[in-house]
């Protein structure tokens, strides 16, 4: 695995050669832009790690130079407080990450790991998508197959980016479709909507991980920032080639029914009536989750919230069904449970 590591103050840059060559990495260095080019047209790097001020070619510029040459490198930005608008053209740009100065070697290690196991993730994606073409099989069946490796390999890439977010997507699917199935859903519906739960913070792997697992609230700029989740979300299940139902809805999970949600703020029958179930399911969990930053809400007090936004926020007969589970013994289940069925028009009918 090697590490080009860029930036215009020497200090910095040796600091972080030393604690990846220390934890077994492959580490050069280059004192900006222009020089990080010319090295990168005589050897492939898995990773960079670059500043985002400096002399001549910014990070930006090199991100998006970096990006037209090889898309699966993993452009990791190195930062002071990251403004928001240049946070969010760098994630844009398709940076990886974040990395706040002053750098701590536990948070480069934990996010190279991550990048490590991003670039796993995607050579298993360009495997399937090969033999998609090449294996003679039903297309649906392989299909399949590609759907519960995306599943379990998100699942991992989650428990190292985000530790609550794997959990909560799991817990969010499993209410979903408990909901949905009250709601008269068929079965292959209720596997989409399921399905769709677990990964609907997806965009959340593109948010910084020093954002996501900050153990004090957020501020009104990371907020800003972890709202643009679903937009990443939405190009992340795009580029898996997932059905557009379940892009949509990713992007939606947000919205809310008089037009007060995000990104786009669509409001009523805009919004697809399977994202309203998603989104009940999302707000419950979330209440009677813990934050690192607070304790879980009642069971009482999660009630009141959704009984007051019934018919305001959320669709009223979604949040009765919702009401009616939490109010007779439901309780949030980690675990996965999937049966897609192969031949489902409602999963592979794009």
């Known amino acids: 695995m090697k590490i080009m590591v860029v930036d215009d103050e020497k200090s910095i840059r040796n600091t972080i050669s030393e604690f990846l060559n220390r934890d077994g990495y492959v580490v050069e260095t280059a004192e900006d832009g222009n020089a990080a080019l010319k090295l990168l047209e005589k050897e492939y790097f898995d990773i960079i790690i670059t500043d985002i001020i400096m002399p ?3 990070g930006i510029e090199l991100l998006k130079r970096i990006y037209k040459l090889y898309e699966d490198i993993q452009v990791i930005i190195i930062t002071g407080m990251p403004r928001l608008d240049i946070a969010i053209q760098a994630i844009k740009e ?12 536990d948070d480069l290690l934990n996010i190279i790991r ?7 993730f995607l050579k298993i994606k360009q495997y399937l998508d090969f ?3 090449v294996v003679n099989q ?28 794997a959990g909560h997507q799991r817990r969010v699917g499993n209410l979903a479709a408990e909901i949905a199935k009250m709601l008269g859903f ?56 997932l059905p557009s139902r379940v ?18 703020g669509i409001r009523g029958e805009k919004i697809r009536y399977e994202t309203n179930i998603l989104m009940i ?46 109010q007779n013994g439901y309780q949030l289940e980690d675990c996965y449970v999937l049966n897609i069925n192969p031949d489902s028009e409602c999963f592979f009918n794009k």
């Not at 039903?138 to 590609?146: A, E, T």
């Not at 947000?254 to 995000?262: A, I, N, P, V």
């Not at 304790?295 to 009765?320: F, G, M, Q, R, W």
């Open 56 to 58: 001549r070619i910014s």
């Open 94 to 105: 398709n940076a990886f990450d974040f990395l706040i100065k002053p750098i701590k070697k």
């Open 114 to 120: 991550h990048a490590v196991y991003m670039k796993a």
């Open 131 to 133: 033999n998609i073409q």
């Open 138 to 165: 039903r297309k649906n069946n392989i299909q399949y197959k590609i759907f519960e490796k995306a599943v379990s390999s998100i699942f991992a890439l989650f428990e190292l980016h985000d530790t609550y977010s």
């Open 186 to 241: 068929s079965n292959n519906e209720i596997n989409l909507i399921r399905f769709t739960g677990y990964i609907h913070d997806i965009g959340k792997l593109k948010i910084p991980s020093v954002i996501l697992n900050k153990p004090s609230a957020l501020n009104i700029l990371e907020r800003q920032l972890v709202q643009i989740h679903s937009y990443c979300g939405y190009k992340l299940t795009k580029v898996l080639d």
């Open 247 to 264: 892009s949509e809805i990713v992007l939606e999970h947000h919205e809310r029914l008089d037009g007060s949600g995000y990104p786009r």
């Open 281 to 326: 399911a999302d707000i419950a969990e979330a209440m009677l989750s813990s934050r690192p930053y607070r304790k879980p809400y009642s069971l009482n007090e999660t009630l009141a919230e959704i009984k007051k936004n019934a018919d305001v926020h959320y669709k009223k007969e979604v949040s009765e069904a919702c009401i009616y589970l939490l």
